[in-house]
C-alpha cells in the first residue's frame, strides 16, 4: 500500500488543509498505516503533480494553508487500486530475531523489554477500547460506520493477540531466568 492512498482516503472520506489531515491521519488511519507530518506533505504535493487532488488556498487561515479536494483521476486511482490483490499482512518485528538470538546464543535478558511491549500492548488495546465505547455504541450504524468499526475490531483482535502472546513469551522468559 502507498501513503498517496491513504491520503487520497482520508481526503475523500473529508476535503481539508494538509495540517488537519496530518492531525486526523494521526488519529485514524495512523493506527495501522504510520506517515510523519513530511511524508504527508510531500506525498500532498506528489498527488497534485500527478492530478489526483487540487488544493486552493484558504481564505482567513494563516499564509500558505491549502485546503485539498480528490478530483476524479484521484478517485478512478483510488478505485483501480482498491481492486488490486494484496499479500496478506506479514509480521516483522525485530523482537522475533532477537528470541531467535536468544534461542541460539543463550539468555540475553529479554524479559524487561516484553515487559515494556506487554505495557504498550495493554495500552493500546485501552485506547481501542475507549473508541469502542466512545463511537460504537449505537446498533443500528450505518454502512461506513460499521466499516470503520470493523477496522477497529481488526486492531483490538491484534492487540488481545499481543498482550496473551507477549504474557506468554514473558512467563517462558522467567521461568527460564530462575533456572
Known amino acids: 500500500m502507498s501513503l498517496q492512498h491513504a491520503l487520497l482516503t482520508s481526503i475523500v472520506e473529508k476535503p481539508c488543509s494538509g495540517y488537519e489531515l496530518a492531525r486526523r491521519f494521526d488519529k485514524s ?3 495501522f498505516w504510520h506517515a510523519t507530518h513530511q511524508q504527508i506533505y510531500r506525498e500532498l ?3 497534485e503533480e500527478q492530478g489526483w487532488v487540487s488544493s486552493v488556498e484558504v481564505e482567513g487561515g494563516r499564509a500558505g494553508k491549502r485546503k485539498f479536494n480528490v478530483l ?3 478517485k478512478k486511482e483510488l478505485r483501480r ?3 488490486e490483490q494484496s499479500e496478506p499482512f506479514r509480521l516483522r518485528d525485530e523482537m522475533m530475531v532477537k528470541l531467535r538470538a536468544d ?3 543463550g539468555p540475553l535478558g529479554l524479559a524487561d523489554e516484553f515487559e515494556r511491549r506487554l505495557r504498550l500492548h495493554e495500552q493500546e488495546l485501552q485506547t481501542y477500547r ?3 465505547q466512545r463511537d460504537f455504541s449505537d446498533s443500528d450504524m450505518p454502512r461506513e460506520t460499521q466499516i470503520h468499526y470493523l477496522i477497529l475490531k481488526a486492531g483490538i483482535a491484534f492487540e488481545e493477540g499481543r498482550v496473551q502472546w507477549t504474557k506468554e513469551a514473558l512467563k517462558m522468559l522467567k521461568q527460564e531466568a530462575s533456572t
Open 29 to 31: 488511519i495512523g493506527y
Open 45 to 47: 504535493a506528489r498527488m
Open 72 to 74: 476524479a483521476a484521484g
Open 81 to 83: 487500486w482498491a481492486s
Open 103 to 105: 534461542a541460539a546464543v
Open 130 to 132: 475507549e473508541i469502542e
